[in-house]
């Protein structure tokens, strides 16, 4: 995943939450400035603790699969939920 779909993914699970990115910084104890840049796709890095800090807020995780595998029906059947 690039880092542009990590941040729309973010974004799309905080508003279905409806919070805004100012609560999501008030939870998070993660900047405005740094969500922001992270939902739009300005950052080159983002570390991975910031991340999963924010993904634990929104009810997500981290996982790992094998690269260019197809979709199971479930990962396919959760990105319809979104």
């Known amino acids: 995943m690039k880092l542009q779909e990590l941040g729309n993914t973010i974004k799309l699970l905080r508003k279905s939450k409806k919070w805004s990115q100012n609560d999501l910084e008030i939870y ?33 995780e981290f996982f790992i699969k094998s690269k260019g595998r197809p979709k199971t029906l479930e990962e396919i059947r959760d990105e319809r939920k979104q």
Not at 32 to 42: A, H, L, M
């Open 28 to 60: 998070s104890n993660i900047s405005n400035r740094t969500i922001s840049k992270i939902e739009n796709g300005f950052l080159d890095e983002v570390g991975i603790k910031k991340v999963a800090t924010i993904l634990d807020l929104l009810d997500m």
